[in-house]
């Protein structure tokens, strides 16, 4: 029986080079041709933004499509820097795959450039670019310097706590609900990837407060009850498991998605830089649960102005970062510090997820 077992395996094997033998051949090549040249804004634009139009469209940025072969889809990442610092370390505020276009609102604009140390009622120059991307092969487009003024302080933005017995937390809205992860150019979508008990899942904006409360209305249809209605039904989560959830209350729609977490490794994580009270000495740790392993959560902690990481096990194999605060996601790949800035200094409480890189800092009033 053992010897009829391994000669499967033995054929098996033969068919898997075989088909992979195929694949290489007929593998789309992959080479970075030609330019991209961004369109628009126009070089000089001027912007002043305020807090009161920060949901309106402040500029669209356009570009021409990248080429890598035929039928390869690039990836594009906006970038920002201050006027003179030739992207040393741009600040990435808007990603798309394959489209060549996006709306930029004014906040949008107005985090990104506070974020490269604008004073707030004080017009700075900057420059743009997209840089287009498919694995390591990439090109930028031209750089378009343009004026921005950003607007007094920071808005403090808008959170989203999971509750039901789905979650950890149980239909409890106030005993530790974990969040979602707010994206760093979009602040009305929200991601999660995590274990999920069979169950009921809805959100909510504030712990200890029922309302507003966000549930569905169909498959993949988000519904709100902002307190004055009736509350709608919960998200089903069907089978336990690890699990996907995106959010986006711009276009009310939701989506659970399975995610094989099989092979994740195992860390220890902790955070730190100079912008921690421990520098780039020591690390600060946090802790995660027996339910979702690859969660982690610091209750406190105080930021100054600098930069900051996460890594693993006190050593720097893995570690994230990126241009963004308070919310953002690393790639584990020689990533940026996480900028914190005279702005946002302050008390935090800290998530991060070791699965998709992704963080988020919540102020502590």
């Not at 290489?24 to 041709?33: H, I, L, T």
């Not at 990435?92 to 140390?117: C, H, K, S, W």
């Amino acid at each position: 029986m053992k010897t009829i077992k391994n000669s499967i395996i033995a054929i098996l094997a033969i068919f898997a080079v075989s088909c992979n033998s195929d694949d290489v051949e007929n593998r789309p090549v992959v080479q970075a041709s030609g330019n991209v040249v961004l369109s628009a804004p126009e070089e000089g634009n001027s912007y002043v933004l305020t807090q009161e139009t920060e949901e309106a469209t402040a500029e669209r940025f356009v570009w021409s499509a990248a080429s890598f072969g035929e039928g390869i889809i690039a990836n594009y990442d906006l970038e920002i820097d201050v006027a003179g610092q030739n992207f040393d370390t741009p600040y990435v505020f808007a990603t798309t795959v394959g489209t060549t276009q996006v709306a930029i609102t004014g906040g949008i604009l107005n985090d990104a450039v506070t974020a490269l140390g604008a004073t707030p009622d004080v017009p700075a120059t900057f420059n743009v670019r997209v840089k287009a991307h498919v694995g390591d092969q990439v090109i930028y487009s031209n750089s378009v310097e343009i004026s921005v003024t950003p607007f007094t302080g920071v808005v403090p933005p808008k959170q989203m706590y999971m509750v039901g017995d789905a979650t950890e937390a149980g239909w409890s809205n106030n005993n530790g609900n974990t969040p979602l992860f707010r994206d760093a150019a979009n602040k009305d979508l929200f991601y999660f990837t995590g274990y999920f008990k069979a169950g009921g899942l809805k959100f909510l904006n504030t712990k200890g407060a029922w309302h507003p409360q966000y549930g569905s209305s169909a498959d993949g249809v988000l519904a709100l009850n902002d307190g004055t209605g009736s509350d709608p039904s919960p998200i089903n989560i069907a089978t336990a498991g690890y699990y996907t959830v995106t959010v986006n209350t711009a276009d009310n729609t939701y989506s659970v998605t399975p995610y094989d977490a099989s092979a994740a490794p195992t860390y220890n994580i902790g955070i730190l830089g100079d912008a921690t009270p421990t520098g780039w000495d020591s690390d600060t740790n946090l802790t995660n649960s027996t339910d979702n392993p690859h969660v982690w959560h610091l209750a406190s902690i105080t930021l100054g102005v600098g930069g900051t990481k996460f890594r693993a096990d006190d050593q720097w194999t893995n570690s994230w970062g990126a241009n963004s605060f308070p919310a953002g996601k690393g790639a584990n790949a020689s990533d940026p510090n996480i900028p914190v800035t005279a702005d946002t200094a302050g008390n935090y409480e800290v998530w991060f997820n070791d699965l998709d890189g992704r963080y988020l800092f919540i102020p502590i009033n």
